[in-house]
């Protein structure tokens, strides 16, 4: 962990518009290479993956946000999980608050997931930033927001997904905890595991914190409200189905399954069917070369460990384990036939990467390479999002 004069205290009333000017120029960027890449031509499945009238709300410069699981959300917040079994894959929080600004919008719920994901991004990094100068310095938590905001898959954070909502609660709870308002950091805990099962590991994260708290009794205790808050969401699946079996089996339905060796098992089936992947390059009918996605996903997988290794280190227990859950949790249930699906996105909103990278990037060789590989391959995923290919 950095050394106590490594860090520049925290100062609410100097408060700086780096996030956002970041947010600013950052979101227009990618929305004008997105509007650019509408008009090349689309891959075959367009015409029937956009079919659904749920994808198509107030035009092409907005329905461009909406692909692949943005049907989902927006299915969950028409009509509830009342419908396909698959929709209890994702959880509730993102697409109730869909379902409340698009019926102020007058049924424009796709136009409502977009404006929730960018005012989530927006404080995300505002947040990101202070959290950032309390365990890395002011120069390292800038450089963490701008690495974040040009991640290679941050065109999720304006779609209509739930990862900008997610980073925005996982990066306030742990802001809470640091600042010893434990009460608040487990209601907020509890809020992020309502939008993505991945929250359960914000928890232990916070726990250590509390750990060291001056009042260890009543920090622990308090963040007990996490798991009561999260369990509205089996209120709402029994309410719905009357049972909780399908909400059990959810994961299977998308054909993800606990691997025996748990983690161990995503990386080693992952690294193998990336080196099918590479010995298909080429080929007839192999794999898109502008992004194959089983060695990109290999790719990241290496990084990503790599990252968290660094972060228990430099930032924290707490980090680092809050980054190895993050990344244990999918890879225990690894994807047929792609094992390491959709890790990209996973690892966006595992903030603590990004920290270690601000740390890293403080030579300036380092940053100019993060910032430049990244951007270029945030320029190839936008491109493939809105062509609807497979990005994640």
């Known amino acids: 962990m950095l050394a106590a004069s490594d860090v520049s205290p925290e100062v609410p009333t100097a408060r700086s518009w780096y996030a956002v000017r970041t947010f600013l120029w950052t979101r227009a960027a990618i929305a004008a290479v997105a509007l650019l890449a509408a008009q090349l031509p689309t891959h075959a499945r367009l015409e029937r993956e956009a079919a659904s009238p749920l994808l198509h709300d107030l035009g092409w410069p907005i329905d461009l946000w909406a692909r692949w699981d943005s049907v989902w959300y927006l299915t969950i917040a028409e009509q509830g999980y009342h419908g396909a079994a698959e929709t209890l894959a994702f959880w509730p929080l993102y697409p109730a608050l869909v379902s409340l600004l698009g019926a102020l919008l007058g049924g424009h719920d796709l136009t409502a997931g977009v404006l929730i994901s960018l005012a989530s991004l927006l404080g995300a990094l505002v947040l990101l930033e202070r959290l950032g100068v309390r365990l890395v310095g002011r120069s390292s938590s800038r450089r963490a927001v701008l690495y974040v905001a040009l991640f290679p898959t941050a065109f999720f954070f304006g779609a209509v997904y739930s990862e900008s909502l997610y980073l925005l609660l996982a990066v306030g709870a742990f802001l809470l905890a640091e600042r010893g308002r434990f009460l608040p950091a487990g209601v907020v805990c509890g809020l992020a595991i309502l939008t993505r099962v991945a929250g359960i590991a914000i928890l232990p994260a916070l726990a250590i914190i509390a ?14 409200a996490a798991p009561l808050i999260a369990s509205v969401h089996l209120l709402v699946v029994h309410d719905a189905r009357g049972s909780l079996d399908d909400l059990f089996g959810a994961q299977a339905l998308w054909k993800r399954h606990l691997s025996p060796a748990g983690p161990l098992g995503g990386i080693w089936h992952g690294l193998g069917k990336a080196w099918t992947t590479a010995t298909e390059l080429g080929e007839p009918g192999g794999p898109d070369l502008l992004w194959p ?80 590989v990244s951007s270029v391959l945030l320029v190839l995923a936008t491109v493939e999002w809105v062509r609807f290919g497979w990005i994640g």
């Open 211 to 224: 750990w060291r708290s001056g009042d260890r009794r009543r920090a622990l205790l308090s963040l007990a």
């Open 293 to 372: 996605s089983e060695l990109v996903n290999a790719g990241f997988l290496v990084l990503f460990v790599a990252l968290t290794v660094v972060a228990w280190r430099r930032v924290g227990a707490p980090y680092g384990l809050f980054a190895a859950l993050s990344l244990a949790l999918p890879l225990s249930f690894p994807a047929t036939p792609s094992p390491l699906l959709s890790l990209p996105r996973f690892g966006l909103v595992v903030f603590p990467f990004f920290l270690v990278l601000g740390v890293l990037g403080e030579r300036t060789r380092v940053n100019v390479a993060i910032i430049g």
